[in-house]
Each structure stands twice: as structure tokens, then as C-alpha cells.
């Protein structure tokens, strides 16, 4: 059983950044693709960013092309986001989520199709 615990969030001025964790326990194997999603309040949920843990390609939401970068340490077993020019728009609680397939790019809008989810950490922008 796949297991995830999110960790970083917080609060940060416009601009700032911040860098989020997400550690896995349970296997997961080169098969699999993992990401972070995000929901504001009374916002639905909306794709960040995806990685596929063998080889990692990584697709990105326009919304943050450019700002934020995901990343995994396969030895540690965790994902990350960092999150560079942050926007007060960014603020939501960001989960991470993992699937036992690869992903294409439109799997960023894809958040049904992943099985495994963390309970959240909230990041707050203010300006």
C-alpha cells in the first residue's frame, strides 16, 4: 500500500518561494507517475505538475510553466515542488498523488486517474 505525507507548505510574500515534500512509503516502482495537485477554496482541484519516475519527464500546467519545478529523489522516495516566483493566485492546499502508470501530458488534468493521494499541506501568498 502506497502511503503519502506532504510537508513544506506555509505562508511566503508574492515573489518568495517554498519547496514541497512528499515522501512515499510502499513501493513504487519505475512504472509509476506521481504529481502534485492543488485546490483554493471553492475552487475545483487543478493539476500542477507530473513526473514519471522512470525516466523523468515531467509535464507542467501553464499556469505555473517556468516557476515551479517537480523533482525526485528515487533513493529517498520523494517528490518535490519547488516553487519560485510565487503569486498570490498560487495559494491553495497543494497535495501529491501517485499512479502504477506513466503519464502523458494531459495527465496533469487528470487528477481522477490517480489512486494514491497525501492529505495536503497549504501554501498562503499574500502580496
Known amino acids: 500500500q502506497v502511503q503519502l505525507v506532504e510537508s513544506g507548505g506555509g505562508s511566503v510574500r508574492a515573489g518568495g518561494s517554498l519547496r514541497l515534500s512528499c515522501a512515499a512509503s510502499?513501493?513504487?516502482?519505475?512504472?509509476?507517475?506521481m504529481g502534485w495537485f492543488r485546490q483554493a477554496p471553492g475552487k475545483q482541484r487543478e493539476g500542477v505538475a507530473v513526473i514519471n519516475t522512470g525516466d523523468g519527464t515531467t509535464y507542467y500546467a501553464d499556469s505555473v510553466k517556468g516557476r515551479f519545478t517537480i523533482s525526485r529523489d528515487n533513493a529517498k522516495n520523494t517528490l518535490y515542488l519547488q516553487m519560485d516566483s510565487l503569486k498570490p493566485e498560487d495559494t491553495a492546499t497543494y497535495s501529491c498523488?501517485?499512479?502504477?502508470?506513466?503519464?502523458?501530458?494531459?495527465?496533469?488534468?487528470?487528477?481522477?486517474?490517480?489512486?494514491?493521494w497525501g492529505q495536503g499541506t497549504q501554501v498562503t501568498v499574500s502580496l
Open positions: 510502499g513501493y513504487i516502482s519505475s512504472g509509476y507517475c
Open positions: 498523488a501517485a499512479r502504477p502508470f506513466t503519464c502523458s501530458d494531459a495527465h496533469v488534468h487528470w487528477a481522477a486517474t490517480f489512486g494514491h
